[in-house]
């Protein structure tokens, strides 16, 4: 029976209770005034039920799916303005124990490369992606208890926070690695990690175990649930996501939000950020051979569903997809993306992007700087912040600020500053242009005062060559 307070996966995302949610929305897309019931409670800004932003995903009413989208637009700038959080991952190593049938780093793929970056490769790749402007890392790495343990996860993270070469920082290393323990997620959270992020691939329990035959990684329950332990070990900010395309997307919607209910449910907050990849071409891996695959359309009504369903949480699109559906899905409630990505083993300190340790291809092979000019020119503000994890601003504490509407007295000046480095340090001239014009526009948007001031004074000591202003 569904129960969003249980600890046990398959009760609180029950299969049962996903095909009757399934069933209620097929019976009620056309229900004009349910719609407009649900749509209503979506503009109070205090999230829907799984079941009613499933029956807005159903619905094909046109006028109804534009205010869907307006609506969606709308919430994003309420709670995130026009803020676009920049980050990067990192591949650490592609070594992995695993069988999944979508992902090239499976172990029966014989032909692909294998690495594993020593602390000085890490170092190198961390000096290339701070000379481009980053501040924020994922890391990534196979599944891999011999070739990969804990602790050498948590060397590449306190090499990665000990690097400071010229005006370049990482300030927060978000962490994707397969579930692990209690234990371990203790030690990620002593290691001063940001997000915890772990992607469902699929809540369709059948589909999963036929999807990961071997492995670690084949036990569906101990991975589901392993944000409850991530949250055990103390971390607050955990990072949601499935692989749309493995199964029917509908079915992964639900089960998506029912995981978020889950965790809001029994821990207080949900989760800090949703992902949301498609299957990719890959290396030995055919997209065309799963056959639950998403149009561009469908795909970002799931983005606008999400935004409205989970209005607080941050949405992050990679550079899986290209620029004309990032730039569409801006719109309807993304407010992270990653630029200049490389998905290989070392990719970074390559001139020429290498294709052979790729786990997945990259659709939008824009630089960073390139990705930052398209967000300025969009209207948007590219933010390098990380100053709420740094001030403690994280789980429940970020989630009741941002529900208050109090994260824009932060958020906004911390972007502004935060381009400010990235425009003195990293920018090309044209970029840096028009940057300095935007900074001045959005200067007046800082709702307090006394905050625009002091935003007004780090900005020039910032000219001046002084680094790492944060509210």
Known sequence: MYNPKSLKAEEFIDHQEILDTLEYADANKNNVALIDEILNKARERKGLSHREASVLLACDIPEKVQELYALAEQIKKDFYGNRIVIFAPLYLSNYCVNGCLYCPYHQK????????????????????????????????????PVNCPIEYVLDCIHTIYSIKH?????????????????????????????????????????????????????????????????????????GLGV?????????EFAGLLMHAEHLEAVHGVGPHTISVPRVKHADDIDPDEFDNGIDDDTFLKICACIRVAVPYTGMIMST?????????????????????SRTSVGGYTEEERPHDTEQFDVSDNRTLDEVVAWLMELGY?????????????????FMSLCKAGQIQNCCHPNALMTLKEYL?????????????????????NIPKEKVREICKDHLEKIEQGIRDFRF
């Open 381 to 397: 503000i590219p933010s390098f912040c990380t100053a709420c994890y740094r001030e403690g601003r994280t789980g429940d504490r």
């Open 166 to 238: 010229k005006n370049g920082a990482i300030r927060r290393v978000n962490v994707n690695i397969a579930a692990t323990t209690v234990e371990n997620y203790r030690k990620l959270k002593e290691a001063g990690i940001g997000t915890y992020v772990l992607f469902q691939e699929t809540y369709h329990k059948e589909s999963y175990e036929h999807l990961h035959p071997t492995g670690p990684k084949s036990n569906y329950c101990y991975h589901t649930e392993a944000m409850d332990r991530a949250m055990e070990g103390g971390i607050d900010d955990v």
């Open 320 to 340: 899986r997809e290209n620029q004309s559906v990032r730039e569409r899905a801006l719109h309807l409630g993304i407010s992270q993306v990653s630029g200049g």
């Open 243 to 251: 692989l749309f395309g493995l199964e029917l997307y509908r079915y």
């Open 109 to 144: 793929n014989k032909h692909i490369p294998r690495k594993k970056l020593t602390q000085e490769e890490v170092e190198k790749e961390v000096i290339a992606l701070q000379d481009m402007g980053h501040k924020r890392l994922a890391i990534e790495t196979g599944e891999d």
């Open 424 to 444: 003195m340090d990293y920018a090309a001239p044209e970029t840096k242009a028009i940057g300095e014009k935007l900074i001045q526009a959005e200067l007046g």
